[in-house]
């Protein structure tokens, strides 16, 4: 099938680009669940496509570990940070985008330069932070610690959002007796779900997969959230990297979020591309 | 129905005045239309009324009471808005009983309400549609149900019909006057169309930089413009205005001196103090302009440099010695470009501007 208006070759040299593409970003996944369907001898070979079907590491994984505890501490903490974060960014855009008041500019700056600092240059501040709040090896000092690269990114893009949509909604909403808080839930709200959606999800993918912050702050394995655990993990001896199991644990947690965002995809396209056009 | 009244009104953005000093009696019950450039402030004088923007100073009274510091919604003012500004998630009916049920009232009287005002503007049918389901006219209707609902002492309208296209802008501007009068509220109505302006309202203000220029019925307008920009404004095609000198001045009438004419023109006006030999403008509008055989030596004459026509009239565009001058000839003229034309310029249908703009008195014009 050629595209219209190109020739053949360089239609089949489009294909075999994305052809190159496709292989270049799915084959580390394909080769985590080939990994994972093996056993630990067949791990040893080269092999392309996992023949035996062994669902033993994934067995493996919950065996002797609170793995399913780890994935229950991920789940709370990516909700939670999600949530704080939507909630805080979403009166914080409100005012940044609707409302006039001297260091607007140089507040939203501030927000977004907070963003660029590597997460190693606040870990020491952070940490002593966490501590003198009481919130050291738990879940709640994680929320908290994620929220400061989550919060820059929902802030600014709900603003823009927010900027987007039409003054003279909020002019019709003032005149029919709404105060800001009416106008931002019950006018502005329903009309931001793609903007919600795709910024939640990615904070969501952001707290489920941050390892630094997780590792730092929490000291039991029952406090663990599973980027930490996985890397946790250990074989039978000391010189056995359980690869099998690792791969298998990947696996499990990298579908959820895959689920997502198959599940709100349309969503997440209208959102990106939110403002880039009128209507 | 309230009144409005503006007492000495200014409002400044930063150091930028955009209205200056406004002093305006709007009556209880009536249609008043404002009307100028764009951005003479007639926008910001109608949210001004509907409390979006502050008054800087100055107070405005509606209803004899001032409201200043009064919120929009506690006003009683309903406001349509130019680009409609529905809200896109909501259904016809909860677009028009969003502020009803903020105001807590009962929820049969708001839907005893919104079903009047669907009856009034004949939308019954589409109360359960959203506003992405309708067309441009539709949501218009719905823009203005919306402010029925709220049964509003004062209507404001900002440029209501200009996303609309032609056809459906004169049916919804027969609406809206039919509106005004089934309801008898007082209406407020911003518009840079002059066709609006003139058969809708009763009094029109016409708006320059923040200041009113001159308030006054449509035809008081038309016919005796107080100065030289509002005679340049009402009316389509634009009034002719040509340079001159003030030769004679009497107490029935005066003449102005144009150049390349032998004789001064005479024009019915009073000299309202304007002394011989004073610099002028003389205004005439296009249609006002005779062509023809009886036109008397003496007038203007020259080539005609284009010719517009619009089926019911046709504009010359004439070069002659006094200055270029459209005229509206009549659909029936046979003149073509090339054509040297003669031209009379009849007496009482002169305007004479002085120099600083304002209008001499015109003399006996009629007001029909």
């Keep these: 099938m050629a595209i219209p208006g190109r020739s053949r070759p360089a239609t089949a040299a489009f294909y075999a680009a994305v052809a190159v593409i496709v292989v270049y970003t799915v084959f580390p996944f394909y080769w985590a669940v080939n990994s994972s369907l093996q056993t630990p001898q067949e791990l040893f070979d080269v092999t392309w496509f996992p023949f035996s079907f062994s669902f033993g590491n994934y067995a493996h994984v919950f065996d002797g570990q609170p793995f399913g505890r780890n994935i229950l501490n991920s789940v709370f903490v990516a909700v939670l940070t999600v949530g704080i974060s939507l909630a805080l960014s979403l009166t914080a855009a409100h005012a940044l985008a609707r409302v006039r008041f001297r260091g607007r500019g140089l507040l939203l700056l501030a927000i977004l330069s907070v963003s660029m600092f590597p997460q190693v240059a606040v870990l020491g501040g952070m940490y002593e932070l966490i501590r003198s709040l009481g919130l050291y090896n738990s879940l709640y000092g994680l929320v908290l610690s994620y929220m400061i690269f989550t919060l820059p990114f929902t802030v600014w893009v709900l603003t823009t959002f927010l900027r987007e949509l039409p003054r003279e909604l909020e002019d019709a909403a003032i005149m029919d007796g709404a105060g800001p808080w009416t106008t931002l839930t019950r006018v502005f709200l329903p009309l931001m779900g793609p903007a919600l959606v795709t910024t939640g999800l990615l904070a969501f993918i952001a707290a489920w997969n941050e390892f630094l912050f997780a590792l730092t702050f929490t000291l039991s394995d029952s406090q663990r959230t599973v980027p930490v655990a996985i890397a946790n993990f250990s074989g039978a001896s000391q010189f056995e990297l359980p690869w099998g199991n690792i791969m298998a644990a990947s696996v499990i947690v990298t579908v959820p979020l895959i689920v997502l965002v198959l599940v709100f995809q349309r969503r997440i396209v209208s959102g990106l591309t939110a403002g880039a056009v009128k209507g | ?368």
């Excluded at chain 2, 349509?80 to 009983?97: D, E």
């Excluded at chain 2, 389901?133 to 209507?155: C, H, M, N, Y």
Aim: charged residues 20%.
């Design chain 2, 1 to 368: 129905m309230a009144g409005i009244v503006f007492d000495r009104v200014s409002k400044r953005f930063g150091t930028a005045e955009v209205i200056r000093n406004v002093d305006l009696d709007i009556a209880p019950g009536s249609f008043t239309v404002f009307v100028g450039p764009s951005g003479c402030g007639k926008s910001t004088l109608l949210r001004l009324i509907a409390g979006l923007e502050d008054i800087t100073a100055g107070t405005l009274l509606i209803e004899g009471c001032p409201v200043n510091d009064v919120a929009p919604a506690k006003r009683g003012v309903a406001m349509v808005f130019q680009s409609y500004a529905l809200y896109p998630h909501m259904s016809v009916y909860q677009n028009m009983a969003f502020g009803l049920s903020l105001a807590k009232t009962d929820r049969r009287e708001t839907d005893r309400r919104v079903r009047e005002a669907a009856r009034i503007l004949q939308m019954d049918h589409l109360l359960e549609r959203k506003p992405k389901d309708l067309s441009g006219g539709q949501r218009q209707r719905v823009a203005i149900g919306r402010a029925i609902t709220r049964e509003p002492k004062v209507f404001l309208f900002d440029e209501p019909l200009s996303n609309l296209d032609a056809a459906l802008r004169v049916q919804m501007r027969l609406e809206i006057a039919k509106l005004h009068r089934a309801l008898g509220a007082t209406m407020v109505y911003v518009t840079h169309d002059q066709v609006e302006a003139m058969t809708l309202a009763e009094q029109i203000v016409v708006l320059n930089a923040g200041a009113v220029e001159q308030v006054g019925a449509p035809l008081e307008l038309y016919h005796r413009p107080q100065n030289r920009f509002v005679a340049g404004f009402i009316g389509s095609p634009q009034m002719n205005f040509l340079p001159g000198t003030l030769a004679a001045a009497g107490a029935d009438g005066v003449a102005v001196a144009l150049a390349g004419l032998a004789s001064p023109v005479p024009a019915a006006v009073a000299p309202d103090g304007q002394a011989a030999g004073a610099a002028v403008s003389l205004g005439i509008r296009p249609e006002h302009i005779v062509v023809g055989d009886g036109v008397a030596a003496a007038g203007p004459h020259g080539r005609i440099a284009l010719v517009e026509r619009l089926g019911s009239d046709t504009l010359l565009h004439v070069a002659t010695q006094a200055g270029h001058l459209v005229v509206a000839a009549g659909a029936a003229t046979k003149a073509r470009v090339g054509d040297t034309i003669r031209l009379g310029l009849p007496a009482d249908a002169c305007h004479v501007f002085a120099a600083d703009g304002r209008a001499l008195a015109r003399r006996g014009a009629t007001e029909a």
